[in-house]
């Protein structure tokens, strides 16, 4: 788990095709993310993103190398932050690693805006909304 003056540093990716954004069900079942996880030694921000999007979601694609935005989140007291890339998705595949724990749902931007609970990418999704990525 990298980390920085006690913050854990994770990437993540908002997977798109056409018009929809792919959210995944948190590993508590309650509440909807998207792919993310810590990074490790070795792999860049992107390459973890990328990682996560097949791991959590069975998604593969062209990672944009510009990060979108970053955000901040606490949990179980410790803060994390977090860097932001769009993936846009050529394969979806029926089977992926944590498939058995993880349900995964296509929605429009603004529905995944509302979706998400950490303010940070509430506000990176509305900003895809009027940039028209995707």
């Not at 990672?63 to 977090?82: C, F, I, M, Q, W």
Request: glycine share 8%; hydrophobic share 40%; net charge neutral.
């Amino acid at each position: 788990m990298a980390s920085l003056s006690g913050v854990v540093r994770q990437a993540a990716v908002i997977p798109f095709l056409n018009d929809k954004v792919c959210l995944v069900l948190a590993r508590s079942g309650k509440r909807w993310v998207i792919p993310k996880g810590c990074l490790e030694p070795g792999k860049s921000a992107g390459e973890i993103g990328l990682q996560e999007a097949w791991e959590e979601a069975g998604l593969s694609g062209i990672l944009n190398p510009e990060p979108a935005g970053s955000y901040t989140y606490e949990k179980d007291g410790r803060k994390y932050h977090v860097m932001v890339f769009y993936m846009n998705v050529t394969q979806v595949a029926e089977k992926w690693p944590e498939a058995s724990w993880r349900e995964r749902c296509w929605v429009s931007f603004p529905q995944a805006a509302k979706a998400v609970e950490e303010t940070g990418l509430q506000e990176i999704f509305r900003w895809m909304m009027t940039a028209r990525v995707g």
